[in-house]
């Protein structure tokens, strides 16, 4: 079983097929990785390393109490994306997903990131 552990102690595990240009799934919520089987074994056939991780507190990572906000779910991501050390990446996430997405680039902008999709994502409002 693939896992990093973030800055708190946290084991994030994460499926990681394929080779070429990353593409990292994030999930919705009360999902996990595996909601995005159909979509990444599809992407790994067409030449792309597919990348898809359970959120802190779903499947297979751990379940602490603490850090489940959006902030803390960003950090996560970036710590998955800088231990994989992925560059020109694509983000595609859905709902809480893409609010994830959305919270990395405002946290930790663009730099290993090509494009990003949303579908049906909870990104944040401006009011």
């Not at 990093?4 to 999902?31: E, M, N």
């Not at 599809?42 to 390393?49: K, L, V």
């Not at 996560?76 to 997903?97: F, K, N, P, W, Y």
């Amino acid at each position: 079983m693939k896992t990093i552990t973030t800055q708190d102690g946290t084991r994030i595990f994460y499926k990681d097929w394929g080779a070429g240009q990353p593409v990292v799934f994030s999930h919705g919520w009360p999902l996990n990785a595996d909601a995005w089987d159909a979509q990444m074994l599809f992407f790994e056939r067409q030449g792309f390393r597919v990348i898809a991780h359970d959120r802190r507190g779903h499947g297979r990572s751990d379940q602490p109490p603490q850090g489940n906000d959006m902030d803390t779910y960003a950090d996560d991501l970036a710590a998955l994306i800088e231990a994989l050390d992925l560059r020109d990446a694509v983000l595609v996430g859905h709902s809480t997903g893409g609010g994830e997405v959305t919270h990395y680039l405002g946290r930790h902008g663009a730099g290993r990131v090509a494009k990003a999709g949303l579908i049906g994502a909870v990104p944040p409002l401006m009011l």
